[in-house]
Structures are given as C-alpha cells and as structure tokens.
C-alpha cells in the first residue's frame, strides 16, 4: 500500500506512506523532510484519517520512530512540483 496526500495545515505540507518499507515521509511547510522508519501500517492509516494530522504527528508520530532529516534540494524539485499539483 502507498498513500501520498497533501496535508495543509500550517506546518505540514503533504505526506507519503510505502507500507512494504514502512516508511512515512512528511514534508512541512518549512521545506524539510523528514523520514520516518518503521512506522505501522495502522498508525500511517490513522494519521492520514486525522481530523488533525498536525496534533496526531506531535501526539504519536515524532517522539515515537526514529527518522532522517532533508531538506528540499535540486532532487527533490520534481517532488516538490508533484505536491503542489495537490495543493
């Protein structure tokens, strides 16, 4: 399963979820990525479900799985382009 959605709160701008990886990239407003690992399936579903997705990452997400940080660079232009189109 993969779930890519644009997210729009005042400090997430979209997510990506690849469940064979376990694998959760949230992009903020900021420019930043960050890449979380070992993320359930089931947490990934409740946060795209969330009527506030900004309050459940704060909640279950960002002090629970480790994750790398990116910024948006020259590789991530297309990326970037991509979610806009869901903006």
Known sequence: M???RALNTATLRSASYE???ERLEIIFTSGEI????DVPEEVA???FASPNPASY??????EEYAYERR???ANDEARKKLDDLFS
């Open 2 to 4: 993969a779930i890519t």
């Open 19 to 21: 469940a064979r990886f």
């Open 34 to 37: 960050r890449v979380f690992k």
């Open 45 to 47: 579903r409740r946060f």
């Open 57 to 62: 990452y704060e909640d279950r997400i960002v």
């Open 71 to 73: 910024k948006v660079g």
